[in-house]
């Protein structure tokens, strides 16, 4: 079965750090690009992070832009987010989401979330 | 704001037809990008309903469907049921890359 397990959400204070984590098991993790998606609570979804399967490629949403780093570890089948200088406005469920092959176009495989809430 | 829109509700009797509309502009559907969408269910994680505008996945039954027309999208669900209760997103593309409409909610009366 594809799965994917997000980890490391937590309650973190503002102008803080947390480093997200995502597991993947079921399917040739190295031929995906991955992806973070989050959803404030009661909001809708938002697009935060790519990369490429090698890790060459890399793109970032303007709202976390110079604040968060995607990275992963393809011999582990892992992906993680750097999150830095953390806002209120950054409290939301964070999702790991497969991104489809061919193209890249949609995401085609979702984990359950972990929840990241800033706040002093 | 989104840069797709969506109506926030939609609502329909079992066994109604149901359409949930998603219009963008120029710089995504407009610009050739497909339209894709999502079913989330009361407290779960996002699931693909449909990809590139009409393409079920294995296993979405078939009174869901999806058309794309210029700049908008729809998505449509026929002879609807209790459990297609829960929230519908949209998402294309375009230079600022994945973008997300806002959600619709679809109550079953």
């Known amino acids: 079965e594809e799965q994917l397990v997000e980890s490391g959400g937590g309650l973190v204070k503002p102008g803080g750090s947390l480093r997200l984590s995502c597991a993947a098991s079921g399917f040739m993790f190295t031929s995906y690009s991955m992806n973070w998606v989050r959803q404030a609570p009661g909001k809708g979804l938002e697009w935060v992070s790519s990369?490429?399967?090698?890790?060459?490629?890399?793109d970032y949403a303007d709202s976390v832009k110079g604040r968060v780093s995607i990275s992963r570890d393809n011999g582990g089948n892992s992906v993680y987010l750097q999150m830095n200088s953390l806002r209120a406005e950054d409290t939301a469920v964070y999702y790991c989401?497969?991104?489809?092959?061919?193209?890249?176009?949609?995401?085609?495989?979702w984990g359950k979330g972990t929840t990241v809430t800033v706040s002093s | 704001q989104s840069v797709l829109t969506q109506p926030p509700s939609v609502s329909g009797a079992p066994g109604q037809r149901v359409a949930i509309s998603c219009t963008g502009s120029s710089s995504n559907i407009g610009a050739g990008y497909d339209v894709h969408w999502y079913q989330q269910l009361p407290g779960t994680a996002p699931k693909l309903l449909i990809s590139?505008?009409?393409n079920r996945p294995s296993g979405v039954p078939d009174r869901f469907s999806g058309s794309k027309s210029g700049t908008s999208a729809s998505l449509a669900i026929t002879g609807l049921q209790a459990e297609d209760e829960a929230d519908y997103y949209c998402q294309s593309y375009d230079r600022s890359g994945y973008v997300f409409g806002p959600g619709t909610k679809v109550t079953v009366l």
């Open positions: 989401a497969r991104a489809s092959l061919p193209g890249y176009q949609y995401m085609d495989v």
């Open positions: 590139h505008n009409n």
């Open positions: 990369i490429s399967a090698g890790s060459s490629y890399t």
